[in-house]
């Protein structure tokens, strides 16, 4: 019948994709708002349980039976970061959890792989968004240890950051040091090692895509900024660059790179208004 024609799909669809591929988005009809006004169009799609459970069982299926890495990223990573395990318990649960806890356990669960050739892309309109802020990043190692520098500003939402100069130093976010913060959400970042993880953290620290990653729990962050003067606190909204025609239904057609990459090559590809305006 038709659901369970839709379970299977889901189930392939699954398989699919954790193989690893690098389908974009073409951000070509766009809505850019705050994000506590779009996290009901980026919500997860009602699954019944059974599908859930379904989905569960053929990405276990998928992580025993086609990732070779397995052994590999234990070793690396430690037993914590077993994702078969993680997988036999959401098997066990899924039916009981809501969708959101659901769709968000899977992606946290392959984002532990640290594997970014192997990713649980959520379902539509979930993977139809980008969380971002309009500033960029980048580091410099000085003597007493790694600074992280204001580098360019994005054209969209550029009101929200009148008062941030190139060259300024981010010094916390969210009231935790810098180093600090970059480490913690470096292990949240698939990075398969030390400087894949640092270069992802510091991609993370503008922009969550919603493809791959939870959305941010809260819709503010607060960065810690110091230019010549006295470091000075500046509440941002996380913003939420949608994608029209994947929420109306369009597929992901090919494209030359992931639409969670957060590099000036997919700026420049994508449109005018995401280039740095200094």
Not at 66 to 90: C, I, N, S, T, W
Not at 214 to 228: H, I
Request: hydrophobic share 40%; aromatic share 8%; proline share 6%.
């Amino acid at each position: 019948g038709t659901a369970m024609n839709r379970s299977w799909a889901i189930g392939l669809q699954l398989a699919m994709l954790a193989i690893g591929f690098g389908a974009a988005t073409p951000l070509t009809a766009q809505t850019v708002t705050p994000l506590s006004e779009s996290r009901d169009r980026l919500s997860v799609p009602s699954y019944r349980a059974a599908e859930r459970s379904l989905l569960a069982e053929k990405t276990l299926m998928t992580i025993e039976q086609l990732f070779v890495h397995r052994d590999l990223k234990v070793a690396d990573f430690g037993e914590h970061h077993d994702p078969v395990p993680r997988l036999q318990q959401l098997s066990r649960e899924a039916a009981d959890l809501t969708n959101n806890e659901f769709h968000n356990q899977i992606a946290t669960i392959f984002i532990d792989l640290h594997d970014l050739h192997t990713n649980y892309v959520a379902p539509a309109p979930r993977s139809c968004g980008i969380a971002f802020i309009p500033l960029k990043f980048g580091t410099v190692e000085e003597a007493e240890g790694l600074e992280v520098l204001v580098t360019g500003k994005l054209q969209l939402g550029q009101e929200y950051v009148e008062d941030v100069d190139k060259g300024m130093r981010l010094l916390a976010v969210n009231g935790e040091d810098i180093v600090s913060h970059l480490e913690a959400i470096g292990h949240l970042s698939g990075g398969a090692n030390g400087p894949a993880m640092r270069y992802r953290a510091l991609q993370m620290l503008s922009m969550l895509g919603a493809r791959t990653h939870p959305l941010p729990a809260d819709d503010r962050v607060t960065l810690t900024l110091q230019g010549e003067g006295q470091p000075f606190d500046l509440a941002l909204p996380w913003l939420a660059f949608l994608n029209n025609d994947c929420l109306e239904g369009e597929p992901d057609p090919p494209g030359p790179i992931g639409s969670d990459n957060w590099s000036d090559e997919g700026w420049r590809y994508y449109q005018p208004q995401w280039q740095t305006q200094m």
